[in-house]
Structures are given as structure tokens and as C-alpha cells.
């Protein structure tokens, strides 16, 4: 070989080289750690069948922040309290959209729907009527008294097995059936979301299940939207919601029938199945500790008396309730993984990188458990919520990490000021009206508290108990 031919095969080697080596990040910082992932499914196997439990023990073995590859797709997971801050609060506008997936795609009517659209105009628009017309400390002073019938409709439910508002649907119960299959086939790790090439095989019949549940639901929302069309319900949640079809609101132009029966599915799924989980974990850490609930029902005794039923207005002055609601939301968060979110760009978290289109998951139950934050984090502890307690200040509304049931930053539950309120007002008229004794003869201490995951969390073995009537017959017949 001449020098000619040489020198020039030599230069556009060395430039080759140069260039592969200085179109690299440079200086990039490293990803963060986690365990090696398996050829093609990557840290599928290690989720295990409670994920928020498994990626708890990762977190011990590689820290709070943590990265895993769920087939293709890149995965960070947050698990204490400051670096959940460090992506919701210092780049939470980076991590406002939801990533691709099945479940927004073929039960939310394609992210039509307020939980899973993405951030721009159109969610801000959703965001804002609910926000405004359905949410707003006005909104629910207005909506007061159907609060308070929600909370009748529990307790005849309890001693009636039935409704005493409403028509008595029969259908009830097969609707709660289809929020509770809603909750976990949204929880579920379809396969097809992290290997798109294996998607349309539908390898584990999630996407099946998902449209024909969808069906069920559009049925169901359709026959609702048809009534208040016509005018058959008037000043409730719903009603409002349909009145603003036809006004402009926001950026995003106006509301469609897929946008008001996306909305009317998220406030039916979120409504029923976070409220009713909560309430039912509440009930069973009393039993489990009966002093707690005698002491719940002196203050309600001492404010409210025992001539009448607890009413929202009263919640401000029931302190060790609002504990306990602290307390169970702390233990047993109604969203233990926090929806996914997505990296719009690269950005560097606790000095790791963080590549543009990561999906992000907060481990909100293992962050509630962190023992580096709570004194024996799993003992059901209320007054660490009181005066004197070790977390006085700390409340539940997205501002303190170390709880965020609800999450926080941009993509916080837009229902969060109702949620409190009705789970509060919830355990307080059972606490109130009730005495409860197990089935079975269970030893209180011997209470199965297991959980089972889907999207939210659900009790492994529903609880079964006997109320026993602890105020006077009129108290009840009058509401």
C-alpha cells in the first residue's frame, strides 16, 4: 500500500474514532443502580407478584434511587422521601406526562381522560374544570349534603344491606366488581407496554380483559349520560360536569361525550375504590387495637354527644380521627406505586443520570415505611400525627413527602380535598355509630392484614365483622 492511500485511510480512521468517542454525553453521569436485568424482559422477574413489596427490598440492597429496565423501556424508581421531592417538586414539569400505556389506551378511552392525558392544553382544560366546578372548597360546601347522604347510604349498608337513597340498584354490587377489576387489571405489568414487538401477541390477555371490561363501563357511563341529558338528576357531581359540555373552558375548547365519560370514569373508579379500601384498612387497624377505638369514640362522644350523627362540619374538632386517617393513609396508601410518569428530557437526580423517556414510579408505601423517617414505622401509631407526636406538622396533602398518598406536584389527585373529606367522615360515623366484633371468633391480633395488589391497595381477605348497634334507635331512624 502506498503512503498516499495509507495516510488517508489511516485519517479517516483516527477521525472515526473521534467522532464516536466526542458524540458521547460527555461527562455523563452514571445511571443509577439496580440489578441486572435479564436478556430481552430486563427487571420484569424481580417485580415479583407485589411489586411495591419487591422493589421495597430492592431499594434496601441499592438505595432510594434506583434504575431497572422493564424490557425496553427505561424505569427509575424513587423510594424515600427526598429523592420522591427531588422529582416531584425540583423537576416535576419535566415528569408531568404519563408514559405510553395499555391501560390509558383501551379502558380510558385512548388518555382522553384526566389521569392518564398528556400535559398540554387539553389536560389543563380537565384539570381546571375539575378543579373549579367540581373540587373547589365551594363545590363541595354545595355538595355538603350529599356528603353527608353518602355517608348514610354506608351506614344502611351496613345495617340493611341495602341503600335507602337511590333506587336500590341491584347492579350495585356488580359495578363495584367492575372498579375493583378495573383497579387491578390497571395495576397489571402488561408485557406489551416494555416489549412493543410482542404487544399485539397480548401474551398474558390483558388487552383483552381491558376492552371488554371498557364495553362494560361505556354501557354504563352511556345509560348515565342519557339520563342527565334528559334531565333526570340535577345538582349533583355529575350533573355539573355534563352542564359544561358546551362552554368553552380554558385552552382546550370544550368537552366532548368521550372527554365527560373519561372524567365520570375516573371519578367513579377513583371515588369508590380508594375511599371504600381506606375505610375498610381504618376499621381493621381499630379492631386490631381496641383502645385506639375507644379513644376515637370518647372524642366523638365529647364533641359530637350521641343524640345525633357526626357531621362534616364537625371534622375540624375530631383531632385523634384525623389522626387516625393520617395514620392509615401512611400504612396503607390507596396507591402504593405511584401512576407512572415520563421523562420529557435527560435531567440528573441525586447526581445520577436520568435518560429522556424514563418511566418514573414513586414507592409511596415504602417511603410511609421508611425507618430512617418514622419511629417504628410499622406499628399503627396515630399520635405521631398529634401534639407532642413525632410528625405533628406533617399532612398528607402533597407538600410533606414523607406521606403522599395522593401524590404531588402537577399530577396530584385533583379530588384530594374530597377524598379526606369523605374517608374522614367515613371512619367517623362508623367509629361513632358502631361497635365492631369480628367473625369466626378472630382474635383481633390475629386479623389477617396482607395485602393484594393492583392499582390500588386492596386487603388480601375482605373484612368481615359484626356491628353491634352503640347509640340510641332514634339517632339512626332520623337520618
Known sequence: MSLLPLLLYTSITALVIYLLLNLRTPNRKPLPPGPTPWPIVGNLPHLGPIPHHSLAALATKYGPLMHLRLGFVDVVVAASASVAAQFLKTHDANFASRPPNSGAKHIAYDYHDLVFAPYGPRWRMLRKICSVHLFSAKALDDFRQLLNVCTTNALARVMLGRRVFGDGDPKADEFKDMVVELMVLAGEFNIGDFIPAVDWLDLQGVTKKMKKLHARFDSFLNTILEEHKSGNSTGD??????????????????????????????????????????????????????????????????????????????????????????????????????????ASEDCEVDGYYIPKGSTLLVNVWAIARDPKMWTDPLEFRPTRFLLGGEKPNVDVRGNDFEVIP?????????????????????????VQSFDWELAKEIEPDKLNMDEAYGLTLQRAEPLMVHPKLRLSPHVYKSH
Open 406 to 430: 395522593f401524590g404531588a406536584g402537577r399530577r396530584i389527585c385533583v379530588g384530594i380535598t374530597l377524598g379526606l373529606r369523605m374517608v374522614q367522615l367515613l371512619v367517623a360515623t362508623l
Open 237 to 342: 357531581l355529575l350533573s355539573t360536569l355534563i352542564s359544561l359540555k358546551d362552554d368553552a373552558d380554558g385552552d382546550g375548547g370544550k368537552l366532548s361525550d368521550v372527554e365527560i365519560k373519561a372524567l365520570l370514569l375516573n371519578l367513579f373508579a377513583a371515588g369508590t375504590d380508594t375511599s371504600s379500601s381506606t375505610v375498610e384498612w381504618a376499621i381493621a387497624e381499630l379492631i386490631r387495637h381496641p383502645q385506639l377505638l375507644k379513644e376515637a369514640q370518647e372524642e366523638i362522644d365529647t364533641i359530637v354527644g350521641r343524640d345525633r350523627l357526626v357531621t362534616e362540619l364537625d371534622l375540624t374538632q375530631l383531632t385523634f380521627i384525623q389522626a387516625i386517617v393520617k395514620e392509615t393513609f401512611r400504612l396503607h396508601p390507596s396507591t402504593p406505586l405511584s401512576l407512572p410518569r415520563i
